[in-house]
């Protein structure tokens, strides 16, 4: 079925290092992948999105990897601030369920200062 | 621009009581979805909304939860009665473009006794 996960629960960095999230996806019908950013007590937060057709895509301070032959996705961050401290998920709209997005279960990011 | 608003932030209810969620998307914003997001867990969606049709609720419990968007802006989604299971953040979003760029609100957390 369809299922996009996570493979580290949690990650801990100190602040200034670089952030490799990962996330592994089951469905290879996606146009999309996207990664969300939701700190405490806060909703998801759009931060990238990669079409399936590419390999790399940057934005600030953020990069984006999609690995398509063994269904792997990376969000790194470069130069961690404490402000990067949330959950961030994965997710991709399975071409069958039109519009719809599913998420992975999240990993949480801690910087530590 | 404001962002997506919710209403209450936090609602404790006794089970089998009813309870209701207000949400005002984003100004302009066509499409408005109602997720649920357990601890620990990502977003999961319970019904999208294209203007005031619903076009997709396949995930929404029918028999207790209820969901209305009039006139295409605002939505409210109810729940009667309240299970304990039930117990969860109700996230609002909504998008205007591109369906997996969504706008989230701050979410509703709802503890049912």
């Known amino acids: 079925g369809e299922s996009v996960g996570l493979h580290l629960p949690t990650l801990s960095v100190q602040e200034g290092d670089n952030s490799i999230i990962n996330c592994a996806y089951s469905?290879?019908?996606?146009?999309?992948f996207i990664w969300y950013k939701q700190e405490s007590g806060k909703g998801p937060q759009f931060i990238i999105d990669?079409?399936?057709?590419?390999d790399k895509r940057q934005g600030q301070r953020v990069t984006v990897l999609l690995n398509k032959t063994v269904k792997h996705l990376s969000l790194q961050i470069a130069a961690t601030q404490p402000g990067d401290s949330a959950v961030y998920f994965c997710a991709a709209p399975p071409m069958e369920y039109g519009n719809k997005l599913v998420f992975g279960a999240g990993t949480i990011l801690r910087v530590k200062s | 621009e404001a962002g997506v608003v919710q209403s209450p932030r936090y609602k404790i209810i006794e089970k089998k009581q009813p309870v209701a969620f207000w949400c005002n998307p984003i100004s302009g914003h066509n499409t408005l979805y109602w997720y649920r997001q357990n601890l620990g867990q990502g977003p999961e969606l319970l019904i999208r909304?294209?203007?005031?049709?619903?076009?997709?609720d396949s995930q929404l419990p029918k028999d207790r939860f209820s969901a209305e968007r009039l006139k295409g802006v605002d939505s409210t989604l109810k729940i009667q009665p309240a299970e304990l299971g039930d117990s969860a953040v109700y996230l609002c979003a909504s998008s205007l473009v591109r369906f997996y760029e969504q706008y989230f609100g701050p979410g509703t957390r709802l503890t049912v006794t």
């Open positions: 469905n290879s019908a996606s146009d999309y």
């Open positions: 909304y294209e203007n005031e049709e619903a076009v997709d």
């Open positions: 990669i079409r399936s057709n590419m």
